[in-house]
């Protein structure tokens, strides 16, 4: 996502693999094998940015061929070729890899028959991969290599009578897809292909009573299916839709003692959520709902000084998913060592920006930023 998602949108590659759902290489599959190879052995954690250190890490992910991982991770290389792609952005590294060697990967898993992209050369067609390459596509200014029209017809194929829509040509539904398939066609400038009113009435349909999203209508509210839902809303300019004061609320409240967040109550926190619940309170205009001091040191605090990357919280095993959703909480949270990162699209704000006047506008700005409520509304 975002991918999705993302791509926004993938699952996470950590050996200590926290319940969150998939919204993105020295040469285009290097995010194939995305753990460090040993865990750190440093007994301080890191208070500073270590940049040349996970430039270094997601450049080096492809040199480990010989690794199990790398083949057992070979469904996610889409995904991790955005995220790898992205996080270099945000460190202004964009050089440490060859765009023309990434674009030839991408296409290589590309599906002429149905106009979509699959996880690795030779797999089936997916919303997530298909938003993947098409956010990295756009990256590198290359969405010229795409035949749009059967890219779109891909997408739009995918849209179910209700408004959902499937991954793939099996039928799962989830919201994760239905933000994959809104940033793909944001991003191709193709609303017209779907029902966006059925859309959203789907995703409205997700909402809980406590203000939060789930997978399906029913589902239990989860940090990153209110990032797919309350950022499909905005790219179509439907934030009104939303009660903001019980969503900023549940997302506040995701913030435990250590500074990180966490996904749902009663879990562990984990740096992606640094990403899906901070994106979401940005979106909202409520990032001050949380404490951004102690949330910057939890993220500091999980890179790894040996290999460089970030893990899902400190001492484990870093990967590039959590790296770039690290990198992008910090790009939220302030830190100007880093490239601004749009909220909505999990893509850099420069290249938004860029490709916006090509885009449908959002057609409602972010609410303005407001002060927590003293205690919560009945």
């Not at 209508?217 to 989860?222: I, L, N, T």
């Not at 899906?276 to 309170?281: D, E, I, K, T």
Request: charged share 20%; hydrophobic share 40%.
């Amino acid at each position: 996502m975002t991918n999705t998602p993302s791509s926004a949108s993938a699952t996470t590659m950590s050996n200590n693999k926290p319940d969150v759902p998939v919204t993105p290489p020295a040469s285009a599959s290097a995010a194939a094998a995305t753990s460090a190879p040993a865990p750190t052995t440093a007994t301080t954690p890191p208070t500073s940015l270590l940049r040349t250190q996970h430039i270094a890490f997601i450049r080096n992910l492809d040199t480990r061929r010989d690794e199990l991982e790398y083949w057992l991770t070979e469904h996610l290389r889409v995904n991790g070729i955005y995220w790898g792609v992205t996080a270099l952005e945000l460190l202004g590294a964009r050089d440490a890899l060859v765009p023309k060697d990434v674009v030839s990967f991408l296409m290589s898993c590309y599906n002429a028959d149905d106009g979509g992209f699959g996880g690795f050369t030779g797999h089936d067609s997916h919303l997530l991969y298909t938003l993947s390459a098409i956010q990295v596509l756009v990256m590198y200014d290359r969405v010229d290599v795409l035949d749009r029209d059967k890219v779109v017809s891909f997408i739009a194929a995918r849209q179910n009578p209700d408004g959902s829509f499937t991954g793939d040509q099996w039928g799962e539904v989830d919201a994760r897809f239905s933000y994959c398939a809104v940033s793909a066609l944001s991003l191709l400038g193709r609303f017209d292909a779907i029902d966006t009113d059925k859309a959203v009435e789907f995703v409205l349909a997700c909402r809980n009573f406590d203000g939060g999203f789930g997978t399906v209508p029913g589902a239990e509210s989860h940090a990153a299916m209110v990032f797919c839902c309350v950022g499909m809303l905005d790219i179509l300019g439907r934030l009104d839709a939303i009660d903001t004061q019980a969503l900023g609320w549940w997302l506040s409240e995701r913030q435990l003692p250590c500074g990180g967040l966490n996904g749902r109550p009663e879990k562990l926190e984990d740096v992606c959520y640094s990403w899906w619940v901070l994106s979401s309170l940005a979106m909202l205009g409520k990032v001050d709902w949380i404490n951004k001091t102690a949330l910057v040191q939890f993220i500091l605090s999980a890179q790894d000084t040996e290999t460089g990357g970030i893990a899902d919280r400190p001492g484990n095993l870093p990967d590039v998913f959590h790296t770039l959703f690290g990198l992008a909480g910090l790009s939220l949270l302030g830190d100007t060592t880093l490239g601004a990162i749009d909220p909505t699209y999990c893509m850099p704000r420069e290249v938004i920006d860029r490709v916006r006047p090509k885009v449908a506008p959002r057609t409602a700005p972010a609410p303005p930023a407001e002060p927590k409520p003293a205690q919560r509304a009945p």
